[in-house]
């Protein structure tokens, strides 16, 4: 079983930029896909970005060109850079793993997830 602990998250004012860390201890990352989500309050989980075991990655189209997410197999690290960040981007990130070898979009499809990161910009 893979732990996963975000962190990196905190408050920017719009326009700013963050970078997210999931660091995963327990089970080697490379044999995982990964996934970062988000979730406001009163709100569903949302997809944010995936990027599979071969490195293929697929974003949510509200987040394209401004996000970038990464994995440094070495490190066993996944990241999350987060920039142009807008007063709606505001929410509680999650990053999540999944053994499947495909791109996955849904939360469902995900078996671990970390504790979330909390990520507010000002207007």
């Known amino acids: 079983q893979v732990q996963l602990v975000e962190s990196g998250g905190g408050l920017v004012q719009a326009g700013g930029s963050l970078r997210l860390s999931c660091a995963a201890s327990g089970r080697t990352l490379s044999n995982y896909a990964m996934g970062w989500f988000r979730q406001a309050p009163g709100k569903e989980r949302d997809f944010v970005a995936t990027?599979?075991?071969?490195?293929?990655?697929y974003y949510a189209n509200f987040v394209k060109g401004r996000f970038t997410i990464s994995r440094d197999n070495a490190k066993n690290t996944v990241y999350l850079q987060m920039n142009n960040l807008k007063p709606e981007d505001m929410a509680v990130y999650y990053c999540?793993?999944?053994?499947?070898?495909?791109?996955?979009?849904?939360?469902?499809?995900?078996?671990?997830w970390g504790q979330g990161t909390q990520v507010t910009v000002s207007s």
């Open positions: 999540a793993a999944s053994t499947s070898v495909a791109l996955l979009s849904s939360k469902h499809q995900y078996e671990y």
């Open positions: 990027i599979s075991r071969n490195g293929n990655i």
